[in-house]
């Protein structure tokens, strides 16, 4: 008798013929890019070292495009942005100890924000390894305990035959929700030795669903179908699970208004009538989110930024969907169902009535017409024009399907809650871990994932120096990225903080270069804008191809907080 589990794939005999007469002259680094290419990867990222150089020489035998960034720090931020954009795990090739640990803060954000990594290290020759101090060049005792605190996954290879599979379950890990980086790494030797193993074709590793308990969804429905005030906060699970369609027939369905984390931007539509837009630094907004009866909460864990740095109090129910089983009721109790957020959100369709009862007035657009209100009067009473034109000419200029990218700085804190994305997926920022340097070398990986549409990056003075040098690359690629840089000579959030909070700033103020002049050294056409002309610059530099930079010398100031009155410590 014949069960379906004992039946195995063979091999035809020109497969066989093929693998048992393999071509010369391939190495371990060869079973890497074809493991990469098997699992259907077409672009990698990286910068090369010494260790690393199997891997690097393996490309030229391979049909991957390979893109290297000046900086491996910068490489991880365009493999992120890649796999954002994609929602395929980016490989990313690394050198050892220094080059490795340069990476550190790009897979930091990479974690936070839920992005699929696939980084690929080298290591020190296998004689090096297990603690032992041999003196190798870039040599640390224990290389991996510098990442496992960072990465989703760590993988570790010793021989040729482990690499195939090593790769194979990293990639799976990086593509189960949640997403995110995860790290392997092989010895120098086991990378260089020839090898006479088959080639590896294809390779199957698909990630694991995440479906919810279908008792939690049932009682999650009940609780939406029967609340008399229901709000939802879509997070960046929303949009990294593509649930936003998903998101809005359930908010239309319950008539319940919608508020979007800052990593959730454009999960729900700016202008629709349930929408609350983004405002959540704003008293107005969490005071309405509080009073929410059921309050669901779709892939975000409530953190500082999300909970109007946890002064957010809800006072009725909160039910959770969340692929993070850490962030699942980290800050709030709730009726928690740990799930992908489309699978979970289609759960909640399916068992909610096709009419919820008593949802189908005009209260709710009315209460978000009113908070949106009490919102713009807030802003207007703060005589900050400027910063509203300047935000609404990068909205005139960038075209709807247009990804961009957003670095630390104060036009960015602004975007958060003010920008219109238009799209899902095409507003990106560093605000899950918060390093400087982000939004460039993320604009690169953005523009190789897709080539079609010109890309924006967003810096201030202080964050463009971290990445400069990948002006480099984007002239080397031709890359289709316009930068946007906001000169105001120094870390203009942080002089706003230390002045706020001291009377006085300190080493916030910076001696900078001519950014023009340093784009065009670079063969990079650059221009000098103005408030005025933003919207004419950057849309003639994001219409024409190749990369481009536009310099504004502004000193913008941020709104008012709402949080400072209230003591997130006296929530009882």
Known sequence: MTHDHDLVLRPTAAQTQAALDPPPGRTGGDLVVETLAGLGATAVFGLPGQH???????????????????????????????????????????????GALTSLAALQEAAAASAPVLAISSQVPSAGLGGGRRGYLHELPDQQASFRGVVKSVHTVRTQSQIPSAIAGAWESALTAPHGPVWVEIPQDVLLAETTLPVVTAVDAAPHDLPPRPELTAVAAHLLANAARPAIIAGGGVVRADASGKLRQLAERLDAPVVTTFGGKGAFPWNHPLSLQSWLEDRHTTDFLEDADVLLVVGSGLGELSSNYHTFEPRGRVVQIEADLGKLESNHPALGIHAD????????????????????????????????????????????????????????????????FWDMTILAYWAWSAFDARRPNTMHSAQGAGGLGYAFPAAIGGAVADPTQPVLAVSGDGGALYSIAELATARQHNLDVT??????????????????????????????????????????????????TLAD????????????????????????????????????
Request: charged share 25%.
């Open 52 to 98: 690393a150089l199997g891997m690097f020489d393996a490309l030229r035998r391979s049909d991957l495009a390979y893109l290297g960034l000046r900086v491996e720090n910068n490489a991880g931020f365009a493999a992120d942005a890649y796999g954002r954009i994609t929602g395929e795990a980016a490989p990313l090739l690394l050198s050892t100890g220094p």
């Open 483 to 532: 930068w946007l840089i906001v000169d105001d000579g120094g870390y203009g959030i942080l002089r706003e903080y230390m002045t706020d909070a001291f009377g006085t700033a300190t080493a916030t103020e910076l001696s900078r270069p001519d950014y023009v002049a340093l784009a065009e050294s670079f063969g990079v056409p650059g221009v000098r804008t103005t408030p005025e």
């Open 341 to 404: 957020a489309r699978l979970a959100l289609s759960a909640l369709l399916e068992t909610l009535p096709e009419t919820v009862p008593g949802r189908q007035d005009t209260t709710a657009a009315d209460r978000v017409r009113t908070v949106l209100g009490l919102v713009r009067e807030r802003i207007d009473a703060q005589e900050l024009t400027l910063e509203q034109q300047v935000l609404a000419a990068v909205r005139k200029a960038l075209p709807d399907r247009s990804a961009s």
């Open 537 to 572: 610059d950057l849309a003639k530099s994001l219409a024409t191809p190749g990369p481009s930079v536009v310099v504004l010398p502004a000193v913008l100031r941020m709104f008012a907080p709402t949080h400072l009155d209230r003591d997130p410590s006296s929530r009882t």
